[in-house]
DNA sequence: CATTAAGTGGAGCGAAACTTCAACTTGGAG
DNA sequence: CTCCAAGTTGAAGTTTCGCTCCACTTAATG
């Protein structure tokens, strides 16, 4: 029953600096960063920023969290577009450029327990905008019947793998790999089927 | 100019036993693992790890060599199987079962400096033979023309990151995935042409 | 203003990891 | 069997990092 009184002035400021700073650092070094640095580079002590988050796990899902606003958000754009498949290409494409220049993001859901926590929460939010998408191109007929969304996200996890790798300056790589993931999502005769949510969720477990 | 005289027998011994504690505990709880619990798994004293390796890298960069080992030797094997495609199958399903049952080795090749260096030395030795593999399939009509041996880099890296998330007990995960990537492969008219070495280098480096 | 709850900063503590070292043990050559 | 270079050991040194604490400052309310 806390009566959650807005932050002063001041507070909210700092709150701000220690987010920006510490998605600027992670993205580029990783989630390895210190506090300190981290504290460092938006300018306050190290007790602001532990005061502002109780420790570094609650920073870094903050910060996720501000990232999955981004992506459900261009999810629901994406859904709305003329072209169902031109969505989930425009999606997938620019949620990649994400990723590709974010260091941190990716390293954050590899990360044991937390990150398993993470992704379910964002397959949560994120799971049913994507699917309209997918059923959207289905209807369509721009994707065989046995695909699902569950592939959109071995997909999303696969190029994601390679945009982490290869960085902002080699876009030409990721793409190149996303043409081959979604070249494969419109053959028809895959193997096997479409992982559902469970199975999903356990791909980040580990 | 060293005479490098041939080890001890106990010492010989004990080496062996640490790069063993060593594998087995970095494939179940990744690279994190101290050197002190693989001192203590391989029953020797940490002194002990540090006289074979000077510091963990070069534990590391030992294994991670065994395993370039193996994987030259499947890829080989994999070359003189009668159906070109056939073996390219078999040998990424063998490597992704390796990758799906060692947490700690895809961890290495995501590692920062070390990690670039490693996959660069991995591919070298490599790439002769992947490129065999795929040139025997393409002139046997099973793949287009503008697939290569960088495509087949990036295929391992997607599913590898599927595999190395699903575990080995999701086989059905990264399989599917596979299926996905292959199909992809083999349809005309993907966009973009196939990294080659320099490209497929940069994807580690970071 | 005056008051005070809220916020700030950064030295320092404890845990955990890597690495070194000097005293002790042992394989194997002669 | 003797001897010593090679090998072993684990306690202790060194960092690094997450986090706490408390004396000090400040925004906001009346």
Same mark, same amino acid.
């Given at each position: ?6 932050l ?21 070094r990783g ?15 190290v007790?602001?920023?532990?005061r ?7 920073l870094?899902?903050?910060l996720f ?12 754009q994406?859904?709305?577009?003329? +072209? ?7 999606? &997938?494409?620019? *949620? #990649? !450029?994400?990723?590709? %220049? @974010? ?5 954050i859901l ?6 398993a ?9 994120i ?13 369509a007929?721009?994707l ?23 960085g902002? +300056?080699n876009?030409?790589t990721?793409r190149?790999? &996303?043409?081959? *993931? #979604? !070249?494969?999502?419109? %053959? @028809? ?9 469970s ?8």
């Amino acid at each position: 029953m806390t009566a959650d009184r807005p932050l002063r002035r001041d507070a909210q400021r700092n709150r701000r600096r220690i987010l920006d700073a510490a998605r600027e650092l992670m993205a580029e070094r990783g989630v390895g960063v210190s506090l300190e640095q981290v504290a460092e580079a938006a300018e306050v002590g190290v007790g602001t920023v532990y005061r502002r988050f109780p420790d570094k796990e609650s920073l870094v899902r903050a910060l996720f969290s501000e990232h999955v606003d981004a992506v459900v958000t261009l999810a629901s754009q994406a859904s709305e577009s003329c +072209d169902p498949w031109q969505g989930i290409q425009d999606f &997938l494409g620019t *949620v #990649l !450029a994400m990723q590709a %220049a @974010d260091r941190g993001l990716s390293q954050i859901l590899r990360g044991g327990e937390l990150g398993a926590a993470l992704a379910h929460e964002a397959r949560i939010r994120i799971t049913p905008v994507v699917d309209q998408l997918v059923t959207r191109a289905r209807n369509a007929g721009q994707l065989p019947a046995d695909v699902g969304p569950g592939d959109l996200v071995l997909a999303e996890l696969m190029v994601g793998a390679v945009a982490e790798r290869a960085g902002p +300056d080699n876009s030409a790589t990721w793409r190149r790999a &996303l043409s081959i *993931v #979604l !070249a494969g999502l419109r %053959a @028809d005769g895959l193997v096997g089927t479409t992982p559902d949510g469970s199975t999903i969720d356990r791909l980040q477990g580990r």
